[in-house]
């Protein structure tokens, strides 16, 4: 390795893992303008400082590509880090007592809104009725940690005016009770989206719920207080490391926004922004596919891709399932998109150029979505374009091979497992059905046939934390012995969470490893990573600094 020039900034002494089948271990790193001019051992690193360059030691801990987050809601997860904070409460009590804090440190909040209490807080009684008797007087609104559902009180439902019903499209129900009055569970958008407005968060759903744009324009005051979203999960994201964030849903006005942090100097990490296409929609709407990538592809904020949802989630039983769900003889919840008309529209996007990542998570939607690709392979030839399925957390047998045959990415978010991160096992296990255990989750049978992995949190839906997502990934246990060993061995959770998303984000060529000519995006740790003896300890492991076009963007107890 031959200095060609002087650095602006080294990262030295530390254990780098490049990601680089050509140089996978290094122990500094040289950057200049915002790119990597050289990696390789102190001494020849060393070279390249000048009396300007700033140095970074690592101290021996590790130094990894930036983390990509394949599969993540920036401006939802911004907004909601106001909210109650309420992960995997199951205690009615301790529900009560947090409420009612929260409400008398917000007299004039309009909607009070918690995020992620546990799925069955509400036992067979109706959520309306459990959180009348906390708070009866202010709306309040709980929010599912999957983001399916949110769990409302009667001054919320009638002040949105849902109490007495709401005529909804299929798969999105206000659920009513027996005394002809909604019970309180809103299942999807389009049934909570009048309790979420109360509250002025859904600008920031409306990627999420329907990918319009908002109607009327925000106004001044409006925009400044969603920029404000934006910067806070911006920041939030830079504090664990992440570098690239691939969001999963979108429209014009997010990006918008994010055009204007960048105009200021506010964008502290790359961000790629989809059209969501939703079932009301005609083909002539991706036409804003194409005016969206027409604006934005470039290696800081990009669009070119377009986002469904094939099903909803197992918890709420409107997962797409090829069986019955236990206890409930003929049901099996249905695909939002028939066969035929996702097949036309995978093959139409295939045409365009654009990319497609679908929302499938059980297996009757991860076939059909599969189909849907073969489709448009048949009608287009093979397209290189690596469409996606996110989630996929429950696959038929015959279907793990046909995810790597179509070059499909499986976009795997380690936390969602049940037992990972905290997640109670139900009721989800129940929902899936313990003959049907041994294809859930199940990271290693999609994996082994080749199939391409992105990892990510799904954030807010999960932790945002990396390192945890890692740790999920690595040390999760099966949930009964028959059932093999689905964990992921620490080099592919790292791979999962720097090339493997650049590769799902077709943009290897110059980012997810540390190689000369690459952008400089990097995340150092406190520790050497792959010297920690017990794996349960990575969950401990933090993000000392993080780099981003080789600007730091986050530095601990700075
Ligand atoms: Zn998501």
Redesign the pocket.
């Known amino acids: 390795m031959r200095p060609v020039a002087t650095a602006d900034m080294i990262i030295t002494n530390g254990a780098v893992l490049t990601m680089d089948p050509d140089l996978p271990r290094a122990a500094a790193v040289g950057i200049k303008d915002g790119r990597i001019i050289a990696v390789g051992s102190v001494d020849e690193i060393s070279r390249l400082a000048g009396p300007g360059t700033e140095i970074i030691d690592a101290k021996g801990a590790t130094v990894l590509p930036g983390f990509i987050e394949s ?3 920036l401006f939802i997860g911004g907004a909601e880090l106001e909210n109650l904070q309420l992960d995997g409460c199951a205690d009615l009590d301790l529900l009560a007592r947090e409420l009612t804090a929260f409400a008398a440190n917000r007299p004039d909040a309009p909607l009070l809104v918690g995020q992620g209490p546990d799925y069955g807080i509400f036992g067979d009684t109706a959520p309306r009725l459990v959180l009348d008797k906390i708070l009866p007087g202010r709306p309040v609104a709980l929010m599912a940690h999957d ?1 399916h559902t949110v769990w409302a009180n009667t001054a919320a439902l009638e002040a949105a005016g849902v109490l007495h019903g709401l005529e909804t499209s299929d798969g999105h129900e206000v659920v009513m009770g027996a005394d002809g009055l909604a019970t309180g569970a809103l299942l999807e958008p389009e049934a909570y989206s009048p309790v979420m407005r109360l509250g002025g968060q859904e600008r920031t759903m409306l990627g999420l719920a329907s990918g319009r744009e908002p109607d009327p324009a925000p106004s001044q005051a409006e925009r400044a207080i969603d920029l404000a979203h934006l910067r806070r999960g911006l920041a939030h994201a830079a504090k664990h490391g992440i570098t690239s964030i691939v969001n ?2 979108g429209n014009i006005y997010t990006l918008d926004l994010l055009e204007e942090l960048r105009s200021a100097g506010e964008l502290t990490a790359r961000v790629r922004v989809p059209f969501h296409y939703v079932p009301e929609m005609k083909p002539e709407n991706l036409q804003t596919a194409l005016e969206m990538r027409a604006r934005w592809s470039d290696e800081w904020l990009a669009s070119g891709f377009v986002k469904f949802f094939m099903d909803g989630v197992i918890d709420s039983r409107t997962a797409f399932m090829k069986h019955d769900y236990p206890g409930q003889p003929g049901y099996r919840s249905h695909g939002r998109f028939a066969a035929e008309t996702f097949a036309g529209l995978a093959t139409r996007i295939d045409a365009m150029g654009l990319q497609i990542a679908v ?1 499938a998570i059980g297996d009757a939607a991860v076939a059909r979505v599969l189909d849907g690709y073969a489709a448009a392979r048949t009608a287009n030839g093979a397209s290189g374009l690596r469409h996606r399925i ?1 989630h996929l957390e429950l696959v038929d047998d015959n279907d793990f091979a046909r995810i790597a045959e179509l070059d499909v990415i499986a976009s795997v978010q380690p936390p969602h497992a049940p037992g990972c991160s905290g997640l109670p096992l139900e009721p989800t296990l129940s929902n899936i059905g313990r003959d049907r255990w041994s294809d859930a989750f199940a990271w290693q049978k999609i994996a082994g046939p080749g199939a391409a992995i992105a990892l990510a949190s ?1 954030w807010p ?1 999960s932790d945002i934390s990396v390192l945890k997502g890692i740790h999920s990934a690595v040390t999760r246990t099966a949930w009964v012995p028959e059932v093999p060993d689905q964990r992921f061995s620490l080099e592919a959770a790292l791979r999962g969470y720097t090339i493997g998303g650049a590769y799902a984000e077709r943009s290897e060529a110059y980012k997810g490893s540390l190689e000369v000519g690459k952008v400089a995006d990097l995340v150092i740790l406190d520790r050497d990573i792959m010297a920690v003896a017990d794996h349960d300890e990575i969950k401990d492991v933090a993000v000392v600094a993080t780099i981003c076009g080789g600007r730091v963007v986050f530095q601990a107890g700075a």
């Open positions: 599969h993540m809601h983001h999963m849903d929302h996110e799904d839906v």
